[in-house]
């Protein structure tokens, strides 16, 4: 399985982005695909993550300003980030998972990363 996120820049506090995850290749096992973030001298942080079925989660950080949804048919996971802070501020990565769950440990197969800036 092969994963890369697309979609971040530099942007203001208040605005918004979508941050793109194409993935490829197959894995039986796959059954979630989670969006991570680490901000400098931090640790990696769940922010998202979609099951299979469609089930999502969102960390209590950016629950009510991000979102996560797929297209199946373009093979992509997006993450709808509004109401941008600095404190959003990192590099975020999309993840691929047998499991479903919050640990970074539990993700298989990850994308290179896209850096959000967000302005004050």
């Known amino acids: 399985v092969q994963l890369q996120a697309s979609g971040g820049g530099l942007v203001q506090a208040g605005d918004s982005l979508r941050l793109s995850c194409a993935f490829s290749g197959h894995s039986p096992s796959a059954y979630s695909k989670g969006w991570f973030r680490q901000a400098p001298g931090k640790e990696r942080e769940f922010v998202a993550a979609?099951?299979?079925?469609?089930?999502?989660n969102t960390a209590d950080s950016v629950k009510g300003r991000f979102t996560v949804s797929v297209d199946r048919a373009k093979n992509t996971v997006y993450l709808h980030a509004t109401g941008l802070r600095p404190e959003d501020t990192g590099v975020y990565y999309c993840?691929?998972?047998?499991?479903?769950?919050?640990?970074?440990?539990?993700?298989?197969?990850w994308g290179q990363g896209t850096q959000v800036t967000v302005s004050s």
């Open positions: 993840a691929s998972s047998s499991a479903w769950s919050t640990q970074s440990t539990r993700y298989n197969y």
């Open positions: 979609i099951a299979r079925s469609g089930l999502t």
